[in-house]
Every structure is written in structure tokens, then in C-alpha cells.
């Protein structure tokens, strides 16, 4: 590994993640910290791949991340789409997960009461 | 597994004991440190069988009588204090019907105290084993409880 | 598998629930079940719609129609009409909304703009990705360096930055690394003090799972400067994702080449490993750590010598925190000055503080040095929970100290506490409403210290016993007046005799206490 290498793996990996965000139409985000899964983020996150599988929707993709430091709003969703803002939920419960997947990901309206922040 | 399996992925190396401790109480059914772990580390890293024994007796994690499967570790420290983990324990040691450091007759659950988690953002919190929960309220430690037993 | 083809979601709210949203409700799934359907039409609750006095409303989607003055026997007309042909059933069809997804703002400032230095890919990268943290400029200033820079160049930047060891002795980073460069010997060893044990504390968590490639960057840079070949992540055994985080991350960068033989084909080699710790407060303290690490019980070693010349296996050793180390990369990256931009003169850059307990929105953030108590608390923190007034903040951890309301326009940095007789240490701040009995938060202080009392010396052996004595005595109204004083003389002598901090420091909750609350003690007499 050189200076030369490192920086083609940089703009291998920037490219890679643009063109999943471009083939992505929604990115469903998960809190995965520990005060997420303390608060119930695994179950969360089992239950979007679980509604995104079984609408065979497949420009929807989950990830996962690190804590922000929100720790009384976890579990934490962040929903990012192509030219809108970023909505950020708090204190999602596989309900409310079920409802961002049926109201938000499918039918594009954010659920604005699970809704903390739009960036 | 076999205690000789397990302390074979450690090199023989004194820095390791910690490592192997907790990779052979992991392994132990009763979840703590029985003599002939103590006895097949030290012989493992050449040591006496009383250093091994003092090491392990020093750091809390570690148990040298035997628990049950699952151990409760309810925090303690001042954040969860603060937040009531004070009403929960008196709750856990009633539905549980036993004290901190005991073990449930039908070997299910221990109920210990620990020092901060690092969770302090959802208190009151507690650890079942390697698994943290957050925001408890007696209801919820109750289902979570109950999922324990099922599983 | 059948796909859901349509939703129908019922406004449920108090209003709607009068007019009898849940009957409706039942009629659809009925009359879906009757049809068929039940697999194709999926039936939710939602909340509010905006819409007022409407009786029972309902949108179905994908078209996103609402109909609102729904009852029970429009139920088979919307399914048949609506769902089957694709026909609106007009006459209940709203055509006026009101305004809609107008998010509420959080109230918190938890999500205020922050300068985010060490915690700046938290929550936003996927950690158990490294081409995530590459493609933001990772390992890029790691790269430069040692291609570029000479150890001792890297070290007075470091230095010329004014960064301080964030786990709260505040010691300067870069006189300790030089400290270590310049001490003898071949084998040298940089170690990251992950044994986060503060209670209150989780900043390092937040790095060692959402960020560890900045960690191990970060250590990466601190083993080129010192002249280091290896490096151990010391971390505490309840940090189950953090540890299995950092495994992977060190896999992840030994494949690259990151880590291990003639990094950057510079002959540079340098190799990290985990330790997992098993539970004992005492080893947060750098020479107990040292050795936990070598395999001992978790005693304090006596200093000098210090451990930038006689640490791990008598070599000379820097230990650093994770938030000091996970500076390194930024600091590396944008230049002293640019970190010299952030913070207060003396104490440059920022800190991660935890906020906790009765406030309205706990958590974590990360703001300048010298931020007041009062910002913190109320402008980050979102104020007092349920409205209640301010008693005080225990800051910096169960070592630190009580602060009353006179404090809370103080700046928040390791220099301005300290004229107070106050310490930032680990950057916890938690705090009290008007309700908490002060006797019980600092009965709560000592049994901790007592539990965590090593044994190695007699002043913390005994002197913590003694105290758990008689603050249990004076929690249980059968304490003497004499008590008091009692406490306060027991931990100055502690404080002048204990072996290690940890004996030391608890005279601080306890002086603390008497100066704001020693009338709220001498009641429980």
C-alpha cells in the first residue's frame, strides 16, 4: 500500500457508495450503537428488512451506523431520498418501523409524528 | 468444547490470561471459574494455581462459584441510581425471589450489581449476559424476563 | 408471496375515535377478509391527518386519496369501487388539505450544530465499513505522514496544537509523546486506554463503535511518531460491540496493509491488538492498566518511574485515551492552527460531554472547551426534566464534583474548573432536579468507591469502609452531627495519603456536597 494505492481506494469507495445511493431510491439507516440495541434498534432493523423483503422493493436499501449521541431518542431511523431532505425518526418501535415503511418508503409522506428533525 | 480446545487459540502468554479466563468461564455450563479451569490455565501459562486464583478473584467479571445461565448485571452507578435502578432491583429481587449474588433455583438467573455500563443516555439499564437493555421499567424487565425463560 | 398492493390507513386520534374509527376499521378488515383481499389491502392506524371535525378519516394509498365522514356502510363501497376498479368513491373524497408533513422541530439542541472533531463519522458512517471511512479522507493523513513527515516533525505538531489528554488529567499529548520518543530503548508501546469506567461516561464507546478506523488511525499516527512497533486497545469486558467492532476494523486494515509489516512502503511496521479487560474501575488508572495488560491483578504501580520510560514490560510506553487519539488524525489532517480555532486559548479544540439524567433529552455532545454548564444543561440538554428547577450536576464523573446553581455560568474546560476546585475529568455531567435527596446520590458515590477500592493501600482500603459507615448511618436518620465533619476529615486524609487517584479523588463529591448541602445532611441528623 502506497499514497498512490490508498487514494484509488478512496475514489474506488466514493464511487461505489454513489452509485449505490444512485441505485437506491430510499436509504433506511439504523442506529446500531449501543444505546440503540439497549432501546430495541436489532428488532427494529429486523422488522425494515423484513417489510422491505416482503414488498419485494428492491431500490430500498438498509444500513447500519454508529451512535450520534441522541441516546433519549433511540432507537434512531434515518431515511435519506435523492432531493429531499433527510428525515430523522426517534424512538421507533417495530410499529412505528412498519408505518415509515407503508407511509414514507412506499407512499413517499414522512411520518411527521415519529418525524425529530428534517435536514 | 474441550478446556485444551479452547486455551489453545491464546498464545501461552501471561498478557493472555484475561483472554482465556473469560473464554473458559464462557464455556463452563454454570458460568464461572471451576477449579480445573483455574488448574488448566495455570498449567496452560506455567504459573502456580494460586496466581491464576488471584487474578481471577480480583476482577468482577469473573465468578468462582457457579451462576445460573443467564446473569443479570443491573447497574448501579450513580446515572442508573439517579434514574431509579434502585425501585428495579428491589423489583428483581422480589420476582426473582432471590438476592444479589444468588441464583434462581431452577439455575435460570443470577442477579449481580455492576458499575456503569456506558449507557448512562437510557437509564436505568441492565446487561443479561452479553446483551444490554435500556429505559426499564418493571413491565419491561418482567418481558424481558419472560423471553429469557422461553428461550 | 402475495405483494401488498394497497394501504388503507385510519386516522386514529381522540376525535376520530368518537366518530368511530375503530368500527370502520373493523368493517374493512371484514369486508377485505370476506373478498379475499386480506393479503393484497393491508389495514394501519396513522395518526392525525389535520383534519378537524371530519368524523372518521382514512387515506389509501398508493394514490394517497383521503376520505374523510367515513362510516361502517361506505365500507363495501370504498373497497368494491376504490380497491377492485380503481374508481374514487368522490362524494367522500377530501380536496382541501391542510398543510401537511410540516416536521415538528425537536426541541432539544441535542441535534444543534455541533463542531463535530472527534465524533465527526458517529452515526453517520457504517463502521464495520472501512471503504466508508476511507472515502471521507481516512488513513489519508496517516499516508502523508509517513511518507512525508519526520517523526519529530509530527510530534511538535501535536504539540503546537495544545491538545491535552482527554481522560481527564489534561497532560499535554505531544510532551508525552516526545517524553517517549526520546526515552531508551528498542521496544516501545503505544497503548489506548479504552477501559472507560467513569460513571456517566460513553464518549469513547461512540468512537470505539461508530468511528474505531479513526482510533486505529489515530494510533497508527501516535506508534510512527513515538517510534512504537506495537499497539494494544485496552477495552473494558462489557463493551461487547465495541470490542467486536475494533476486531473487525484491525482485520479490515491489516488486509490493506494499513497495519502490520512496512506500512505505506515506508519500513515503517507497526501491529494493534485487543486486551479485553474483567471488570475493575481501578484499571481506567494508566499504570494499574499496564498491569491488568501484563496479566497481573489490577494494582496501581508507585510513580516515577513513569510509563513513557518504564511502562508495558518495563518499556517505555505512551497511553493515551481514545477521545486524545481519535483527535490525532483531524488534528493531522487540517493543521495545529485549524484546532487551535475551536476552544479557549489554554484548552484548545473540543470535548465530548455526556449529559445525563434529569434533564429532558439525555445524551451526548460534542462543543467547544469552555462551553458553560449552563448552555450544556439547558440549551444541548433540552433544560430540566418535567419542569423542575436545577439542584446541581455531579461533573466529571463519581470522582468529580457536586456543582450548585452559582456554577452554572462557568466555562467548561480543564483550566477554569480547576481555579473552582472542580475537575471537567471525563466530561459527564449529570444532573439533579430540585427532588433528589442529596444524602442518597452521595451514599449511592461511596458504596461505589468502596466496591471499586482495590486494597492495594490502607487510606482507600479502610477509608472507604469507614465512609460507607457512616453516610449509610446518616441515610438511615441515626447518624451523629459529628458525622459530617467526619466524612470530609477521613477523605482529606485519603486525599494527602491514598496510593492512586482513585483514593484521592473522592474527597471531592464529599467536599462538594458538605459546601452546598451540608444543611440538607445536618436535617437527616
Not at chain 3, 426541541?107 to 455541533?114: F, P
Not at chain 3, 463542531?115 to 502523508?144: H, W
Not at chain 3, 516533525?153 to 482527554?166: A, C, P, Q
Request: charged share 25%; with cysteine.
Amino acid at each position: 500500500m502506497n499514497l498512490e494505492e490508498l487514494k484509488k481506494i478512496r475514489e474506488k469507495a466514493q464511487r461505489d457508495l454513489q452509485l449505490r445511493q444512485k441505485q437506491a431510491r430510499i436509504r433506511i439507516v439504523v442506529g446500531m450503537g449501543t444505546s440503540g440495541i439497549a432501546a430495541g434498534a436489532r428488532e427494529v432493523l429486523k422488522t425494515f428488512l423484513e417489510e422491505i423483503g416482503r414488498r419485494g422493493l428492491t431500490d430500498v436499501v438498509v444500513t447500519q451506523t454508529g451512535e450520534k449521541g441522541l441516546a433519549s431518542r433511540e432507537p434512531i431511523v434515518e431515511v435519506y431520498e435523492e432531493n429531499k431532505p433527510v428525515i430523522i425518526y426517534g424512538n421507533i418501535n417495530s410499529e412505528k418501523a412498519k408505518r415509515i415503511v407503508v407511509e414514507h418508503v412506499v407512499n413517499g409522506n414522512p411520518v411527521t409524528e415519529f418525524a425529530i428533525e428534517a435536514i | 468444547m474441550e478446556r485444551d480446545e479452547i486455551i489453545k487459540k491464546f498464545s501461552p502468554s501471561l498478557d493472555n490470561i484475561l483472554f482465556i479466563l473469560h473464554a473458559l468461564q464462557d464455556n463452563n455450563p454454570q458460568n464461572y471459574l471451576s477449579k480445573d479451569d483455574i488448574r488448566v490455565c495455570a498449567e496452560y501459562l506455567n504459573v502456580p494455581y494460586s496466581y491464576v486464583h488471584s487474578v481471577a478473584s480480583f476482577y468482577t467479571m469473573f465468578s468462582l462459584k457457579p451462576r445460573g445461565r443467564n446473569i443479570i448485571r443491573l447497574c448501579d452507578s450513580p446515572p442508573c441510581h439517579l434514574m431509579g435502578s434502585g425501585s428495579l432491583l428491589e423489583y428483581l429481587k422480589e420476582s426473582l425471589n432471590i438476592n444479589v449474588g444468588e441464583t434462581t433455583e431452577d439455575g435460570f438467573f443470577t442477579l449481580e450489581l455492576t458499575s456503569c455500563l456506558g449507557v448512562c443516555g437510557v437509564a436505568p439499564a441492565m446487561m443479561i449476559n452479553d446483551e444490554m437493555f435500556g429505559n426499564l421499567t418493571p413491565e419491561k424487565v418482567n418481558a424481558i424476563l419472560d423471553m429469557r425463560r422461553k428461550s | 408471496m402475495n405483494l401488498v398492493r394497497n394501504h388503507i390507513l385510519i386516522s386514529i386520534d381522540s376525535s376520530t375515535i368518537m366518530a368511530g374509527a375503530r368500527a370502520v376499521e373493523r368493517a374493512f378488515v371484514d369486508e377485505l377478509l370476506n373478498r379475499g383481499l386480506q393479503d393484497e389491502v393491508s389495514v394501519l392506524e396513522t395518526g392525525s391527518l389535520g383534519l378537524i371535525n371530519r368524523g372518521v378519516v382514512l387515506v389509501v394509498y398508493p394514490e394517497g386519496v383521503i376520505y374523510a365522514d367515513v362510516t361502517t356502510k361506505d365500507v363495501p363501497e370504498i373497497v368494491e369501487e376504490h380497491i377492485l376498479k380503481g374508481r374514487f368513491v368522490e362524494r367522500l373524497v377530501v380536496k382541501e388539505m391542510p398543510k401537511q408533513h410540516v416536521i415538528k422541530r425537536e426541541k432539544t439542541g441535542l441535534l444543534k450544530e455541533q463542531p463535530r472533531i472527534v465524533l465527526r463519522n458517529s452515526g453517520i458512517i457504517n463502521p464495520e465499513s472501512i471503504d466508508e471511512y476511507i472515502a471521507t479522507g481516512g488513513y489519508e493523513a496517516a499516508s502523508k505522514i509517513i511518507n512525508e513527515m519526520k517523526p519529530e516533525e509530527v510530534i511538535e505538531e501535536v504539540k503546537r496544537s495544545g491538545l491535552t489528554g482527554r481522560g481527564g488529567a489534561a497532560f499535554s499529548t505531544g510532551m508525552k509523546w516526545d517524553f517517549a520518543r526520546r526515552a531508551k530503548g528498542d521496544v516501545k508501546y503505544i497503548i489506548c486506554n479504552a477501559d472507560e469506567g467513569e460513571p456517566g461516561t460513553f464518549k469513547d464507546r461512540l468512537i470505539l463503535e461508530g468511528d474505531p478506523h479513526k482510533l486505529l488511525e489515530g494510533m497508527l499516527i501516535a506508534g510512527y511518531a513515538v517510534g512504537a512497533q506495537y499497539g494494544y486497545i485496552y477495552i473494558r469486558g462489557e463493551y461487547v460491540l465495541s470490542i467486536e467492532r475494533l476486531e473487525k476494523a484491525i482485520k479490515d486494515a491489516e488486509a490493506l496493509g494499513l497495519l502490520g509489516e512496512n506500512i505505506f512502503g515506508s519500513g515503517f511496521s507497526y501491529h494493534v491488538s485487543i486486551k479485553k479487560g474483567a471488570g475493575a474501575y481501578v484499571c481506567g488508572e494508566e499504570t494499574a492498566l499496564i498491569e491488568s495488560l501484563e496479566g497481573k491483578r489490577g494494582h496501581p504501580r508507585s510513580k516515577p518511574p513513569y510509563p513513557v520510560t518504564e511502562g508495558l514490560w518495563g518499556k517505555p510506553t505512551v497511553i493515551n485515551n481514545v477521545e486524545t487519539l481519535a483527535n490525532i488524525p483531524e488534528i493531522m489532517r487540517n493543521g495545529a492552527s485549524w484546532f487551535r480555532g475551536y476552544g479557549t486559548e489554554k484548552c484548545p479544540g473540543t470535548k465530548v460531554y455526556t449529559i445525563i439524567g434529569h434533564v429532558a433529552t439525555p445524551g451526548l455532545i460534542e462543543a467547544e472547551m469552555g462551553t458553560t454548564l449552563r448552555d450544556i444543561i439547558f440549551e444541548y440538554g433540552g433544560g430540566i426534566k418535567n419542569g423542575k428547577k436545577f439542584k446541581c450536576a455531579l461533573v466529571g464523573g463519581a470522582a468529580g464534583a457536586f456543582l450548585g446553581p452559582d456554577m452554572l455560568d462557568v466555562n467548561m474546560d480543564f483550566v477554569s474548573l480547576r481555579e473552582y476546585s472542580a475537575v471537567l475529568g471525563s466530561g459527564a455531567i449529570l444532573v439533579m432536579d430540585e427532588d433528589t435527596n442529596i444524602v442518597e446520590m452521595l451514599k449511592n458515590v461511596l458504596h461505589f468507591f468502596r466496591h471499586e477500592s482495590c486494597g492495594h493501600c490502607v487510606p482507600c482500603r479502610l477509608g472507604t469502609a469507614q465512609l460507607v459507615k457512616i453516610i449509610d448511618r446518616v441515610a438511615d436518620s441515626k447518624g451523629k452531627r459529628e458525622d459530617i465533619d467526619k466524612l470530609l476529615r477521613i477523605s482529606e486524609v485519603m486525599r494527602d495519603t491514598s496510593f492512586c487517584p482513585l483514593g484521592q479523588s473522592l474527597y471531592l463529591p464529599i467536599s462538594s456536597t458538605l459546601k452546598y448541602f451540608r444543611d440538607e445532611m445536618l436535617s437527616m441528623i
